[in-house]
């Protein structure tokens, strides 16, 4: 069995078996059912009239998004619940692990157009008889782009310091309605990468003390580089793009960091590609804080009687 579900968005419910007829290509397998926190097996090898139990899960209600959702908002949504899921926050919460396996199985099937068109005509099963799962990692994919990292593991002895690529920052011009409402932004850049080249190199270099001995009882110590062997590589330009929210709230000059997408380092790992937000001047409105202003022109007779007016926000819903 595979997972639970959620009935709410705090309580988590043991996995559900829904019923589903046999069909050509399908077997039923040994099924543990668990009523009342205890587990009853029941035996393969049912008639083919018989109904086989296998598990399904609603992976729309998984997300909690509805049946005619966007891709943007099934990522927005995973995004999300795989902040609040993910096991390593969660460490004291036994269903954590399963709860993380069914939102990466209900977004790899939902943001590929043909798994999703599968699943809504036949449910997982037929995605899983077709295309089986596993075929990418969604929390790598987007976590990676995102830039957030969990866990990390300690380790013993000191370990030599691993060169580092410079990072790259770059200014993303947004728009206050974007600030307001929030937004999902795709960018395509081209980013060089290390690919392998014919020959060798000198690489991992270091300084190492030489003891030689001049005569009896006379030595001499110096350091000198030495160097390694390793294969040689070249760098070469490819397009990568990259996801990036923009959350409601989100200020001026607020950075956002994209683990690895910056230069990339020979002997070592690539720097970090920063993002950085930049408001583009309104027509109605100036932000200052939280608070947004806007100047308007009044007659006398407005100013001296009243007056009611419609300013248009920035969601477009009008303010009296």
Request: aromatic content about 8%; some cysteine.
């Amino acid at each position: 069995m595979c997972g639970g579900a959620w009935r709410s968005a705090d309580v988590w419910a043991p996995p559900v078996l829904g019923a589903c007829w046999l069909t050509q290509g399908i077997t039923c397998p040994s099924v543990l059912v668990s009523v009342a926190d205890q587990t009853h097996p029941i035996s393969a090898g049912y008639p083919a009239h018989l109904i086989c139990f296998l598990h399904r899960r609603d992976f729309y209600k998984i997300l909690g998004v509805p049946r005619d959702a966007s891709v943007n908002q099934i990522k927005k949504a995973y995004r999300r619940l795989a902040k609040e899921y993910h096991p390593d926050k969660n460490k004291d919460d036994p269903h954590a692990e399963d709860k993380f396996k069914d939102l990466g199985a209900a977004y790899e099937v939902l943001v590929d157009d043909e798994k999703r068109q599968k699943y809504d005509r036949c449910g997982e099963e037929c995605v899983a008889k077709e295309d089986g799962f596993g075929g990418m990692d969604p929390f790598a994919s987007f976590f990676g782009d995102f830039g957030f990292g969990f866990g990390g593991g300690g380790g013993g002895g000191r370990e030599r310091e691993v060169p580092r690529g410079g990072d790259v920052t770059m200014d993303m011009h947004v728009t206050l309605e974007e600030l307001y409402v929030g937004n999902f932004v795709e960018m395509v850049r081209n980013k060089p990468v290390m690919r392998a080249a014919s020959g060798t190199r000198r690489c991992n270099c270091r300084q190492e003390m030489v003891t030689r001995q001049l005569g009896p009882g006379r030595f001499q110590m110096t350091q000198q580089q030495v160097c390694d062997e390793c294969p040689n590589v070249k760098l070469v330009n490819e397009e990568r793009t990259l996801e990036f929210e923009i959350e409601p709230g989100m200020v001026d000059g607020q950075e956002h960091r994209f683990v690895g997408e910056g230069e990339p380092h020979i002997d070592g790992d690539p720097g970090d590609l920063i993002i950085r937000i930049k408001t583009q001047p309104h027509l109605r409105f100036e932000r200052r804080g939280d608070d947004l202003y806007t100047n308007v022109t009044l007659s006398l007779q407005e100013a001296l009687l009243g007056f009611q007016l419609d300013i248009p926000h920035l969601d477009n819903h009008n303010r009296l």
